[in-house]
């Protein structure tokens, strides 16, 4: 990736350049200390002057009113606040008329930011104040006093908090009073310019100390540049929170979110006072000292998907090279190429009206269809369809190009979303909630409807990063995510009624991928790199988990690595300095997932004599288990020695009934309730309370024996067995209650017994040979 620089020859201002903003994607206004301002078309290259104010106004900075408000949408903003260097602001509408001026500090007005939402002005000056200011200019508070000029100021991606600088510190001051304030030193120089994006949740600060760094809003450092030749005069976050740009001495850096640059351009253009993105993230304006408005466009980004490798070699065309035949083909399209993807052999290119769907297998005849709203900010993929996320809404199309669904839920902020917190499967849609990030909700693919009963997943901590698993049935579809402790956990999506267990995966995981072509799940967990090849095995037999792990070493990947992709049996990893990693991991647990999910048993058990791997036979065990495979089961368990479960297999083929077989693999796997609820519902009333007797559910054995009517002596009896091998006495008042006057017989019970295993034996054959002849039973 790199930035295509455009500078006129003869500058249009005639003094240095102080801030710039876009208003849409192709129009820019500049403000100058030559009291213009001036609007840049870029379609046409022409320039306009707009207004000139007065000689004592000297413009410092200004931003664009936001876009959307409420339910009535604008297609580009309509008007400006200007600060300038006479302690006030003003409003200004597009055309140039100043609508008011508003008297704000003492001294320069340093910078005016609006809230997200258009509701509320910041504004900070030399005189160490910070004003928070209604839309129209009223005043509502004096946030904070300071006895140093605050120099830059950027609103919470909430809007609630604020952050700005004091000298050589950061400080983020919330809005209610009393809540608790975080400050801390930040550089070692005079801070100049602080952004905070609200996709990301991230801050970037420049300072005189020639460095810029990158934080998360707890203050802790993610990035620190190396010092550069000249103070850093300006930052800018792109809207998507991807890649941010930097502005010095002659100097324009495009760096990675993480911080490592991709490019770095050297224009003639004095120091970068401001830099602007356009809406859409594909260009960026700077505010040049020598008087002069740079342009730049962000170009030559990669897409890799299996051996196809794409790259946009100009605003609108794309070159895709296989690289096993080296064949070439250009895409050429008719506007500007904002956001692309390239996953399950499609590449969906969005440009400013349209989007393309290409097939891998023919690059000459996309599918186009033209975009209902404005900008494209996340493309997601699977391998049925595909997502499209822009200002307003959702969107899921066929990779047909036909509109299936539009997910909604009260609240929605479409503009915050990234692949982190939206995540999408052949049938499922899943949209970590912004106002509370401890809320996932689900959605069905083909309706945008909720799914199941139509609750949300709740967690009890904020949730950073979800995952849907890609293949299988619906029934069995996985979420993973990542909570704020860094504790991966995984849970079921089909949602009625009972509560889905949340299982905790593993601890300090930073990163994760689900397969494209079968449930294995990879993260990078401290300084190991760890591959689920079974993750489903938590919920059928937890004990073999760490059986079914692959585990490598990490720490080549140096700090903050992330994984990009898990296509196929390599997994790509981007380390903190920007290079990419590929890992190439064992291909049979792959097979071995192919072979379960056709029912292929026999090729499974082949395949594992052949590999001789425990993990292979771990995740052959818990796949038999999950599919009720007994038998596949037996042997896999053998070959782990596990041999104690291999005697309850065994034990569990002995029993009479279908039911009592059921019952009892549910129970293997941890399913008490489910093991009961199949032994009530088939009759076998005894059966159920001897299982919860054997797991010493003392009260759950009585409950269902009084409720029945039936074998409470039986319960009494081993109650009694149990408590005389301790050498205890009876508390429990309802066993003391039930046991007065009653006599235990032992040949009594063991005659019930008996005639109870003999009555499900004889129905369970009744079943069976009604069922040979062709009768219902």
């Not at 009535?72 to 400006?80: D, G, L, M, R, V």
């Not at 196929?568 to 049979?588: C, E, F, M």
């Not at 005894?686 to 029945?708: D, F, G, H, M, S």
Request: some cysteine.
């Amino acid at each position: 990736m790199r930035l295509k620089i455009s500078l006129l020859k003869e500058p249009k201002h005639q003094e240095l350049v102080s801030c710039v903003g876009w208003t849409t994607a192709e129009e820019l206004y500049s403000c100058s200390d030559d009291h213009q301002i001036v609007k840049w078309n870029l379609l046409t290259s022409e320039t306009t002057q707009i207004v000139k104010l007065p000689d004592d106004i000297y413009p410092i900075d200004f931003h664009w009113f936001p876009k959307s408000l409420g339910v009535k949408k604008q297609t580009q903003a309509e008007s400006f606040v200007l600060t300038s260097s006479d302690g006030k602001f003003h409003l200004i509408s597009k055309l140039g008329r100043v609508e008011k001026s508003i008297e704000a500090h003492c001294g320069a007005v340093l910078a005016g930011r609006w809230n997200y939402e258009g509701t509320a002005l910041v504004t900070v000056g030399e005189d160490g104040q910070i004003k928070i200011w209604s839309k129209t200019g009223m005043l509502r508070s004096t946030l904070a006093q300071q006895g140093t000029p605050v120099y830059s100021v950027a609103w919470g991606p909430d809007s609630e908090k604020v952050l700005y600088t004091a000298g050589k510190q950061l400080i983020i001051k919330p809005l209610q009073p009393n809540a608790k304030v975080l400050q801390w030193k930040a550089h070692d120089g005079i801070i100049l310019k602080v952004d905070w994006n609200s996709v990301n949740d991230l801050i970037l600060s420049a300072g005189e100390d020639c460095k810029y760094k990158v934080w998360d809003s707890y203050s802790r450092p993610l990035y620190n540049s190396q010092p550069h030749e000249h103070p850093i005069t300006s930052v800018a976050w792109a809207p998507d929170g991807e890649l941010f740009a930097v502005g010095s001495f002659h100097t324009l850096r495009l760096c990675d979110k993480t911080g490592w640059s991709y490019a770095l351009e050297k224009p003639n253009t004095g120091s970068i006072f401001n830099i602007a993105w356009s809406i859409d993230g594909t260009q960026i304006a700077g505010a040049c000292g020598n008087g002069h408005v740079v342009f730049a466009h962000v170009v030559e980004q990669h897409w890799e998907w299996k051996n196809f490798q794409v790259t946009l070699t100009k605003r609108r065309a794309m070159q895709v090279r296989n690289v096993l035949n080296d064949a070439v083909d250009l895409l050429e399209f008719r506007d500007r190429v904002i956001k692309a993807s390239l996953n399950y052999a499609h590449l969906v290119v969005s440009t400013s009206l349209q989007c393309y769907v290409f097939s891998t297998k023919n690059w000459n005849t996309p599918i186009i269809f033209d975009l209902k709203e404005g900008t494209v900010s996340l493309i997601l993929q699977a391998e049925r369809h595909f997502l499209l996320v822009d200002g307003s809404s959702i969107y899921l199309y066929s990779y047909e190009g036909r509109f299936i669904s539009s997910p909604k839920f009260p609240g929605m902020r479409t503009d915050i979303l990234n692949a982190q917190t939206v995540s999408l499967s052949n049938d499922t849609i899943a949209i970590r909630d912004k106002a509370d990030e401890k809320i996932i909700f689900l959605f069905e693919a083909s309706t945008g409807k909720p799914l199941g009963d139509g609750k949300f997943l709740s967690h009890k901590n904020e949730i950073l990063e979800i995952a849907l698993d890609q293949k299988g049935l619906t029934n069995d579809r996985k979420i993973a995510f990542i909570d704020k402790n860094r504790d991966l956990c995984i849970t079921s999506v089909k949602r009625f009624g009972k509560e889905e267990q949340i299982i905790k995966l593993g601890t300090m995981v930073h990163t994760l991928a689900w397969n494209d072509t079968c449930n294995i799940l990879c993260g990078l967990q401290d300084t190991r790199f760890i591959v689920w090849y079974y993750p489903n095995t938590v919920y059928v037999d937890r004990d073999i988990l760490p059986k079914t792990l692959y585990e490598g070493d990490a720490s080549e990947f140096s700090k903050n690595p992330h994984i990009v992709s898990f296509v196929g049996n390599q997994v790509t990893i981007r380390r903190a300095d920007g290079s990419l990693v590929h890992i190439n991991i064992s291909p049979y647990p792959a097979i071995l997932h192919e072979y379960v999910s056709s029912s292929k048993w026999e090729d499974a058990v082949r395949l594992c004599r052949f590999v001789k791997e425990q993990t292979m036979w771990a995740c052959l065990a818990a796949m038999a288990v999950a599919n009720r495979d007994m038998t596949t089961a037996e042997i896999a368990y053998a070959a782990i020695g596990e041999i104690d479960k291999v005697q309850y297999i065994n034990s569990i083929k002995s029993l009479p009934s279908k039911e009592s077989k059921m019952a009892h693999i549910l129970l293997f796997s941890g399913n008490i309730q489910e093991a009961e609820i199949v032994l009530l519902q088939a009759g076998l009333v005894y059966q159920a309370i001897q299982i919860n007797i054997n797991l010493y559910n003392w009260e759950r054995a009585l409950e269902l024996a009084v409720k029945y009517k039936t074998h409470v002596d039986t319960v009494l009896a081993y109650r009694q067995k149990f408590l005389e091998t301790f050498g205890k006495q009876e508390t429990n008042k309802r066993y003391l209650h039930y046991a007065e006057g009653l006599q235990i017989d032992w040949e009594k019970i063991k005659a019930k017994i008996e005639m109870e295993i003999t009555k499900e034996r004889e129905q369970s054959s009744s079943s069976q040979s009604s069922k040979s002849m062709g009768l219902k039973p």
